[in-house]
């Protein structure tokens, strides 16, 4: 079940209904190595070294939470390019949680969408934002984080039943494979509300 479209943070990822490779599946975890390696240089620092004398960053990067923050406090903006970084990381990032929960076996690609389909609609930050809200959602979605506590738990358990699954049948039980993507459609409104800031809305607690 999709998002209702009037909520400003939408999930939705592709069903495989093709037969799923296993060899991939049970290789997983070994073969999502180089991409997460990918995804840490952009999603946060990962270390200094030295060249010619000079410290140099390995990577730096990561969800821009801070300066959309103090731009919303002193001058109600929230700048297009920060918009656009912060939603093309997390759809990077979704790409890869997907491929790790065996929803799909395509290697996840750094600009093309392939299954998973991630919409933010960017704001009017002074029409649309309350200024001063956004020193305090991260304390509002506290309920939000013990739930998807919990939830995060059961998923891994669900991936693990679903990685048997695909070893003998080479399908993912599609009851699984919904409930794996509705803690990750909660988990990105969460973000969208708490981190990124782009809507003033307290996020549903729901998984469709």
Avoid: C
């Avoid at 979704?94 to 929960?101: D, K, T």
């Amino acid at each position: 079940m999709q998002d209702a479209p009037s909520y400003p943070v939408r999930l939705s990822v592709d069903y495989p209904e093709r037969e799923l490779d296993w060899l991939t599946t049970l290789l997983r975890p070994l073969l999502a190595v180089p991409i997460l390696v990918v995804l840490g240089t952009v999603a946060g620092h990962t270390g200094w070294g030295h060249q010619d004398g000079a410290r140099v960053a390995a990577g730096t990067g990561g969800v821009l939470v801070l300066g959309p923050l103090l731009m919303l406090l002193f001058r109600r903006k929230y700048p297009r390019w920060w918009f656009d970084w912060n939603l093309e990381l997390l759809r990077f990032a979704n790409r890869v949680i997907v491929y790790l929960a065996l929803m799909d076996d395509r290697y996840p690609s750094t600009d093309e969408q392939q299954s998973v389909h991630l919409d933010i609609a960017y704001p009017d930050a002074e029409r649309d934002l309350n200024r001063w809200l956004p020193l305090v959602k991260w304390l509002l979605a506290l309920p939000h984080y013990v739930a998807l506590l919990f939830l995060g738990l059961v998923a891994v358990l669900v991936v693990i039943v679903a990685w048997l699954a695909i070893l003998f049948t080479t399908r993912y039980p599609r009851s699984l494979f919904d409930f794996v993507e509705g803690v990750m459609r909660w988990h990105n409104r969460v973000v969208g509300y708490a981190f990124i800031l782009i809507t003033d809305r307290y996020p549903p607690f729901r998984l469709a």
